[in-house]
């Protein structure tokens, strides 16, 4: 039971980033905006998480008790973004999309770390709990992709703003469970886990692995639309992404002992750069832009598995909350914002294929350095010693 109210909260977080990733650059241009003011409106998006999850974080971490945090923040963020409805101008959008996200972006890491002391010592089984917010996401690119282009994009904030209140009213129903775990001397300190040569190489290449995802978030769509794509297959384009990455977590249990974590990770930032680099010079051909959407299996869905599995094991006891976040602002928020930015800014000047071939320079980047530094073993003797 406890399974199924944790997947709710996975599908409607993630049925709100089906709607608002694809479909919010297209929305905002249908209200005149341009590639540079898209790319700041998205970096505002993501740019939050550089401190709400931190926030958050050291809130839930203070109290002991996160879903009260949750609840909070995801009531807050319902309440927030309905002012979308109030205004279309860019200062408005700036300052609602700056108060909606530092809630919305709060969530997330508080409850991964919830799911993970739910399921103890079935901590393999977190990718079958976190696929359905990958379900989540299908079911809204593939339905909104049609129905916008026919009945308009104007639908859109309606359409987030439900599915925000579906969750919050998700979070209700979720139980408290604390970490359990043994705590290492010294767990309480965050800068002391900060330290460590091999926490350090993981922030690094989450950091650019996720700046290389800035212009897929912000432009992929408008890049498809120019090219002459439709909303439908625009729509199963980027589910077919998302398809991939369910057989991923489905897979993890079984991959994850047989692999190792660090090898995981540098298939995952090596496919990445690949992707990348067959979107910049083969968009406008199908049978490629399907292997293409296929590889979000490894660019996002192995990717983030192994990386909330290396942070689970890093930040124990008192922090763990404040790892997840760090986690989340360092990757999503910051990467993201600074990929969202630079998408946006060269969009224009030097065009879409230069602008993913730098992409996947940075996930070349993240590569080297997870060579470099991350953990050869999997022991608990890497975050005790």
């Given at each position: 039971?406890?399974?199924?109210?944790?997947?709710?909260?996975?599908?409607?977080?993630?049925?709100?980033?089906?709607?608002?990733?694809?479909?919010?650059?297209?929305?905002?241009?249908?209200?005149?905006?341009?590639?540079?003011?898209?790319?700041?409106?998205?970096?505002?998006?993501?740019?939050?998480?550089?401190?709400?999850?931190?926030?958050?974080?050291?809130?839930?971490?203070?109290?002991?008790?996160?879903?009260?945090?949750?609840?909070?923040?995801?009531?807050?963020?319902?309440?927030?973004?309905?002012?979308?409805?109030?205004?279309?101008?860019?200062?408005?959008?700036?300052?609602?999309?700056?108060?909606?996200?530092?809630?919305?972006?709060?969530?997330?890491p508080q409850f991964e770390a919830v799911t993970l002391n739910h399921l103890g010592d079935r901590v393999s089984r977190y990718g079958r709990i976190r696929l359905w917010g990958s379900v989540g996401f299908i079911a809204s690119v593939v339905l909104l992709g049609p129905l916008l282009e026919n009945a308009g994009f104007r639908l859109?904030?309606?359409?987030?703003?439900?599915?925000?209140?579906?969750?919050?009213?998700?979070?209700?129903?979720?139980?408290?469970?604390?970490?359990?775990?043994?705590?290492?001397?010294?767990?309480?300190?965050?800068?002391?886990?900060?330290?460590?040569?091999?926490?350090?190489?993981?922030?690094?290449?989450?950091?650019?692995?996720?700046?290389?995802?800035?212009?897929?978030?912000?432009?992929?769509?408008?890049?498809?639309?120019?090219?002459?794509?439709?909303?439908?297959?625009?729509?199963?384009?980027?589910?077919?992404?998302?398809?991939?990455?369910?057989?991923?977590?489905?897979?993890?249990?079984?991959?994850?002992?047989?692999?190792?974590?660090?090898?995981?990770?540098?298939?995952?930032?090596?496919?990445?750069?690949?992707?990348?680099?067959?979107?910049?010079?083969?968009?406008?051909?199908?049978?490629?832009?399907?292997?293409?959407?296929?590889?979000?299996?490894?660019?996002?869905?192995?990717?983030?598995?192994?990386?909330?599995?290396f942070i689970h094991r890093f930040f124990t006891g008192p922090v763990q909350g404040r790892g997840q976040a760090l986690y989340s602002s360092l990757s999503f928020g910051a990467g993201g914002a600074v990929g969202s930015l630079a998408g946006g800014y060269l969009w224009d000047g030097v065009g879409p294929s230069v602008v993913f071939?730098?992409?996947?320079?940075?996930?070349?980047?993240?590569?080297?350095?997870?060579?470099?530094?991350?953990?050869?073993?999997?022991?608990?003797?890497?975050?005790?010693?």
């Amino acid at each position: 039971m406890i399974g199924l109210r944790l997947s709710s909260f996975y599908f409607f977080y993630f049925a709100v980033l089906g709607a608002l990733v694809p479909y919010w650059g297209p929305y905002l241009r249908s209200l005149g905006f341009g590639a540079s003011e898209i790319g700041e409106l998205m970096a505002i998006l993501l740019g939050t998480k550089l401190i709400a999850p931190y926030i958050w974080g050291w809130i839930a971490d203070r109290r002991g008790r996160r879903m009260p945090v949750i609840r909070l923040a995801g009531f807050l963020a319902v309440l927030s973004f309905g002012a979308v409805l109030l205004g279309d101008a860019y200062f408005w959008l700036a300052g609602v999309m700056l108060l909606f996200s530092f809630f919305w972006n709060a969530a997330l890491p508080q409850f991964e770390a919830v799911t993970l002391n739910h399921l103890g010592d079935r901590v393999s089984r977190y990718g079958r709990i976190r696929l359905w917010g990958s379900v989540g996401f299908i079911a809204s690119v593939v339905l909104l992709g049609p129905l916008l282009e026919n009945a308009g994009f104007r639908l859109l904030p309606w359409i987030v703003w439900g599915l925000l209140l579906a969750m919050w009213l998700g979070t209700l129903t979720v139980p408290e469970r604390g970490d359990d775990r043994p705590r290492p001397t010294g767990a309480g300190s965050v800068m002391a886990v900060l330290r460590r040569p091999e926490v350090i190489a993981l922030f690094m290449a989450c950091f650019l692995a996720k700046a290389s995802h800035g212009p897929y978030y912000g432009f992929f769509t408008l890049y498809l639309q120019d090219v002459g794509y439709g909303g439908t297959a625009i729509g199963w384009f980027w589910a077919l992404g998302v398809i991939a990455e369910i057989g991923v977590f489905l897979l993890m249990p079984r991959l994850m002992p047989w692999a190792g974590p660090r090898a995981l990770m540098l298939v995952a930032l090596g496919l990445t750069a690949l992707r990348w680099l067959l979107i910049a010079g083969f968009v406008d051909k199908i049978p490629v832009l399907i292997v293409a959407q296929l590889l979000h299996m490894a660019s996002f869905g192995l990717y983030h598995a192994v990386a909330v599995h290396f942070i689970h094991r890093f930040f124990t006891g008192p922090v763990q909350g404040r790892g997840q976040a760090l986690y989340s602002s360092l990757s999503f928020g910051a990467g993201g914002a600074v990929g969202s930015l630079a998408g946006g800014y060269l969009w224009d000047g030097v065009g879409p294929s230069v602008v993913f071939m730098s992409a996947a320079a940075s996930a070349a980047v993240a590569f080297a350095i997870a060579w470099w530094g991350l953990p050869r073993r999997d022991e608990s003797a890497i975050i005790h010693r």
